[in-house]
């Protein structure tokens, strides 16, 4: 058994020994609310957005981004449990701002290996054989932070499964502070805000 896994093992038994009244918790979430935030490993939800076991649904994913997994676990969250309000948190110093699809598709044509990120940029150091299936993929890359919140917020109001009385709202993590910044919307025909 690897060190990780019994970790995990260890760190379980702790917690299920300590379990106490968390199996009388209701699937709805208490505070109708989702998240939808990064999978980076530096964002605890619970702790940045003060919230305890029953409280809100949280949807991660590589950038936070409103894929059409994310859309369809937020149209769950309201259609069958509730929530009525949602919130889109993007963060800065996000890896998904590093890199583009077409080096995403080249360094996983290359090896299917961890890639190194260096002053250079992202290069493959693993021996293939790669696969080209990461050409039929939109990776969701992040070129603009706020941007990229924006677009996201956009895509989940107009969505045609998205009740218009959900309120979507969207912000950014800083990773330096924890504090979380709300990125303002532009009315149509606005510039973005800087």
């Given at each position: 058994?690897?060190?990780?896994?019994?970790?995990?093992?260890?760190?379980?038994?702790?917690?299920?020994?300590?379990?106490?009244?968390?199996?009388?918790?209701?699937?709805?979430?208490?505070?109708a609310f989702a998240i939808l935030t990064c999978m980076d490993a530096r964002l605890?939800?619970?702790?940045?957005?003060g919230l305890a076991e029953g409280d809100a649904h949280v949807i991660r994913n590589a950038g936070?981004?409103?894929?059409?997994?994310?859309?369809?676990?937020?149209?769950?969250?309201?259609?069958?449990l509730g929530t009525t309000e949602w919130f889109v948190i993007?963060?800065?110093n996000c890896g998904m701002e590093t890199f583009d699809d077409e080096i995403m598709r080249?360094?996983?044509?290359?090896?299917?290996?961890?890639?190194?990120?260096?002053?250079?940029?992202?290069?493959?150091?693993?021996?293939?054989?790669?696969?080209?299936?990461g050409d039929y993929i939109d990776w969701l890359t992040i070129k603009d932070l706020a941007d990229s919140v924006r677009e996201d917020?956009?895509?989940i109001r107009s969505h045609p499964?998205?009740?218009?009385s959900i309120s979507v709202h969207g912000f950014v993590y800083d990773v330096t502070s924890g504090q979380l910044n709300e990125v303002p919307q532009k009315a149509v025909g606005e510039a973005a805000a800087a």
């Open positions: 058994m690897s060190q990780i896994k019994q970790q995990i093992i260890d760190a379980n038994q702790n917690y299920a020994g300590n379990f106490g009244d968390k199996a009388d918790l209701q699937m709805p979430p208490s505070r605890d939800p619970a702790k940045y957005a936070g981004r409103a894929s059409d997994d994310a859309i369809r676990s937020l149209v769950i969250s309201h259609k069958l993007h963060h800065t080249g360094l996983l044509a290359q090896s299917l290996e961890t890639a190194v990120l260096d002053a250079n940029g992202w290069s493959d150091v693993g021996n293939g054989p790669g696969s080209r299936e917020v956009e895509r499964l998205v009740s218009p």
